[in-house]
């Protein structure tokens, strides 16, 4: 099948699901963690209700560790789209260094992210989470049943024939929605280009302030960043292949500065997406886990 015969039947498909929700959900919410999947969803949610508005608001949970220029990205895609975004962070507000990875990803995201969808009052949550992405979200049906509590149990999921999406919810159930299940990351860069859909610098090759820790490319991104004794960030041409807490975020050294050639890039690269994330190999903390007690 042609490149593009393949990203249409994706956009129809992602299409579809969106406004799927729109009509089954009393109160569905859009999370945007502002990467490049968050980009295509968002993209995509405008183009099924085109020329109205998105009927539902869009959510960024905030850890507070984010990297700088995600959030003027953040701010400034609401201020051009006009959207109706809601920003949570967990009062509790633990830090990387202070908690560990696992402790501040399962406080500031996976709590963030339960308290933000009971007090919204949301029964349906749509992410851009990928089949390709990570082993345990190879088992994720696009409308993912979630149990009170937020809770995921894989082998009570749904199935889902002929496309055919059971969206009926007892009292307590919720639903998390993946429209992009059947995007693999290449079918991504290729839908940006396509689309011209912008998306954060940070994704582009460019000349980074990094220290090298364990054998992972870390940039320091702010005066937060406690350096060892001895070590000073140096520059290195990197970019990142994917977006989260920057002291948890891995660079990868690149030359791809622009959209042609980070496809170029990904044709050829057979290290895993998730490779730059510090949180998923962190002993006993995989993504089902955390998924199980509510993360995204």
Not at 84 to 110: Q, S
Not at 157 to 162: I, S, V, Y
Not at 167 to 172: D, F, K, N, P, V
Request: glycine residues 6%; contains cysteine; charged residues 30%.
């Amino acid at each position: 099948m042609a490149e593009e015969d393949v990203l249409d039947m994706l956009e129809a498909e992602a299409i579809h699901v969106m406004r799927e929700v729109a009509g089954a959900f009393r109160r569905p919410v859009l999370l945007y963690s502002i990467g490049k999947d968050s980009s295509v969803l968002l993209h995509l949610a405008i183009k099924a209700f085109a020329p109205g508005r998105m009927p539902f608001p869009v959510l960024h949970i905030d850890t507070l560790w984010k990297f700088r220029e995600m959030i003027a990205f953040r701010d400034d895609t609401a201020r051009r789209l006009g959207l109706d975004l809601r920003v949570h962070t967990n009062p509790e507000r633990v830090t990387p260094f202070t908690h560990g990875a696992h402790e501040h990803t399962r406080i500031m995201k996976t709590v963030a992210l339960r308290q933000a969808l009971d007090e919204g009052g949301f029964d349906a949550a749509i992410g851009g989470a990928r089949r390709d992405e990570e082993r345990s979200r190879a088992k994720e049906r696009i409308f993912s049943l979630r149990e009170p509590g937020h809770r995921w149990e894989p082998r009570s999921q749904r199935p889902e024939f002929w496309w055919w999406a059971n969206t009926e919810l007892a009292e307590g159930q919720s639903m998390r929605v993946f429209p992009l299940s059947n995007w693999t990351e290449l079918d991504v860069w290729r839908y940006i280009r396509r689309e011209g859909i912008p998306v954060v610098p940070l994704y582009f090759s460019a000349p980074r302030p990094v220290v090298e820790r364990n054998g992972s490319l870390i940039m320091v991104d702010d005066e937060r960043f406690p350096l060892s004794p001895g070590e000073r960030p140096l520059l290195r041409q990197v970019r990142f292949r994917t977006l989260g807490c920057y002291p948890l975020t891995a660079a990868v050294e690149s030359k791809a500065e622009t959209l042609d050639e980070i496809i170029d890039e990904m044709r050829l690269d057979r290290r895993s997406e998730r490779a730059g994330r510090l949180i998923d190999g962190e002993g006993g903390t995989s993504i089902e886990s955390k998924k199980s007690e509510g993360y995204f």
